[in-house]
């Protein structure tokens, strides 16, 4: 079903969706409840190994850090109706933006890219993968998607 709203509407993407994209979709509803915004935003993996799992504690931990609370977001796998459902779907890195091209429907409508493509000077950068290491990982990780949930608000 295509969309009707002129908002923009986005869904953030990574591997599991336990780590980076729902940190990201954390930093974007907070920018947005900031600025008095209802865009629709939602996270989703390409994998789908940990749906239905809330993300990881230490994603839960360090978004709780900084004022957002996603411990009742729970992974889900991208799915074909997500790309027309949403006007902006955004990879965090170049594996799962090349993944998702291949999962697009013909009638996909979605406009894909990297999360970072947005944010000038970080173009074609992938925000960091903290799953592997230690906890000071999620305050970077942090840091990259709530300077691309700024930058995304000012330009859409």
């Not at 190994?49 to 839960?60: E, K, L, T, Y």
């Not at 991208?78 to 998702?100: E, G, Q």
């Not at 942090?142 to 330009?155: C, F, G, I, N, P």
């Amino acid at each position: 079903m295509a969309r009707v709203s002129s908002q923009p509407a986005i869904l953030f993407v990574c591997l599991g969706n336990i780590c980076r994209s729902p940190l990201a979709e954390g930093a974007l509803r907070a920018e947005l409840t900031a600025r008095g915004l209802g865009w629709e935003v939602d996270s989703a993996g390409t994998g789908d190994w940990h749906v239905g799992n809330p993300p990881d504690p230490r994603a839960i931990e360090e978004a709780a850090r900084r004022g957002v609370d996603i411990a009742c977001l729970r992974a889900r796998q991208v799915v074909p109706k997500d790309f027309t459902r949403f006007t902006h779907i955004f990879a965090l890195d170049d594996k799962n933006l090349a993944d998702l091209r291949a999962l697009a429907p013909a009638d996909g409508t979605a406009h894909l890219s990297l999360l970072l493509d947005m944010v000038p000077g970080h173009e074609g950068g992938s925000v960091a993968d903290p799953y592997f290491g230690d906890d000071s990982g999620f305050a970077r990780t942090w840091d990259e998607v709530s300077l691309a949930a700024r930058t995304l608000v000012e330009r859409l």
